[in-house]
């Protein structure tokens, strides 16, 4: 009995395909950084302003209270040796100018000015330092770039981040993926013609290799992401971010690993009960 519907799994992973498409860019689209107007006069003011001005706005705008007078930390984080704000001084300004977490957005209450003299201010104080100081032209050249804080929110995947159109193209992507995945697997394991009856399992060397291999993976991937969990744990305790994107590979991975060697144990470790297609069969596989 020949099958009818080994075609349909792929059109559903293909339509699922675009519909990832643009998802991406009406994302991308959303939070895209603005374009950074450099000033002549703000740049040239710099140099001379940042010394004075940013230790006066770093006290008066009140950061003193959160990340100590000598930058040492406490409600927020600590910003003496940050490597990571060293490696990306834009970020520094990105967080003054909008804000995360506890933080607020000093976009609108301070000066373009201020806000470059406080980020330089940080740059430079504590055992910090960067080559250049931070002006509009070395954040207008790092626009190119995924703010760091956007690439956090997307693993996330917050909710707040999300809207409409993006929720119902990734519930709808995925509702397609799983009709094609199941479609394509339900092809491989039975074929592409349905016998009626018991199969025998068709075990055979490489198949034998093939979930041992799975199966190593997946405890291999189990122990990561309980080493992950433990190092993530730490960082709480330390005031860190934690390594969001590494446990959701982890454990993907488990799943997917799991997942391989089940359709293994289905089509080479397993005798097939007797198949019997009906129209009105749940779904047209």
Not at 114 to 133: D, F, K, Q, R
Not at 156 to 176: N, S
Request: charged share 15%; aromatic share 10%; hydrophobic share 50%.
């Amino acid at each position: 009995m020949e099958r009818n519907d080994a075609v349909m799994p792929w059109v559903a992973i293909v339509c699922a395909a675009i519909m990832w498409i643009i998802l991406l860019f009406l994302f991308n689209k959303e939070t895209a950084p603005e374009p950074v107007v450099v000033d002549p006069a703000v740049v040239a003011s710099i140099n001379q302003e940042w010394p004075t001005l940013g230790k006066q706005v770093f006290t008066s705008a009140g950061c003193v209270g959160c990340h100590g007078a000598e930058g040492q930390g406490g409600a927020g984080p600590k910003l003496a040796g940050n490597e990571k704000i060293l490696k990306d001084p834009v970020y520094v300004y990105t967080i003054v100018t909008k804000g995360k977490g506890g933080m607020p957005a000093f976009g609108d209450k301070l000066s373009e000015k201020e806000i470059y003299a406080v980020a330089n201010y940080v740059l430079h104080s504590w055992g910090n330092s960067i080559p250049e100081p931070l002006t509009p032209a070395t954040v207008a050249a790092g626009q190119t770039k995924v703010d760091p804080a956007v690439l956090k929110n997307r693993s996330r995947f917050v909710p707040e981040d999300i809207k409409l159109p993006e929720i119902f193209l990734a519930t709808f992507v995925m509702v397609l993926l799983t009709y094609g995945l199941i479609g394509l697997y339900s092809v491989w394991a039975e074929g592409t013609e349905l016998h009626p009856g018991i199969h025998k399992a068709r075990s055979t060397p490489l198949a034998m290799t093939a979930m041992v291999v799975t199966l190593a993976l997946s405890l291999l991937f189990s122990v990561l992401f309980v080493r992950q969990m433990v190092a993530d744990y730490a960082a709480w305790a330390n005031k860190e971010m934690p390594s969001v994107t590494a446990e959701g590979f982890y454990a993907a991975m488990i799943l997917f690993t799991i997942a391989v060697a089940i359709g293994l144990y289905k089509k080479f470790f397993m005798d097939d009960e007797v198949l019997v297609e009906d129209a009105s069969g749940e779904f047209p596989w």
